[in-house]
């Protein structure tokens, strides 16, 4: 079974930094896609960055300039370096390969707060 292992979440101030990393199993197969997705508490899940098998990458809005997605030689691993991190970025996230259908890390939670 396809597992995919998040860690690096917890406690910062505002302003302070995080990098959460997400490795997957070493079953999966091909890997098209690699995102990273959040839920506040009340809130829909979003998508927050995006990276394709040639490395082509998207940021929401909201996250644009301040956090980055990366993955590792073997592309079996992806991290979000989060910076400038904000209140509003309080969250639980989730990576994802392959899209909505694919496969779910467990979710980390991000807790921005002085």
């Known amino acids: 079974q396809v597992q995919l292992v998040e860690s690096g979440g917890g406690l910062v101030q505002p302003g302070g930094s995080l990098r959460l990393s997400c490795a997957a199993s070493?079953?999966?197969?091909?890997?098209?896609?690699m995102a990273w997705y959040r839920q506040a508490p009340g809130k829909q899940r979003e998508l927050v960055a995006t990276?394709?098998?040639?490395?082509?990458?998207q940021y929401a809005d909201s996250v644009k300039g301040r956090f980055t997605i990366s993955r590792d030689g073997t592309k079996k691993t992806v991290s979000l370096q989060m910076n400038s991190l904000k209140p509003e970025d309080t969250a639980v996230y989730y990576c994802?390969?392959?899209?909505?259908?694919?496969?779910w890390g467990q979710g980390t939670q991000v807790t921005v707060s002085s």
């Open positions: 990276m394709t098998k040639g490395g082509s990458t």
């Open positions: 070493t079953n999966i197969g091909s890997i098209y896609t």
């Open positions: 994802n390969f392959n899209g909505l259908w694919g496969y």
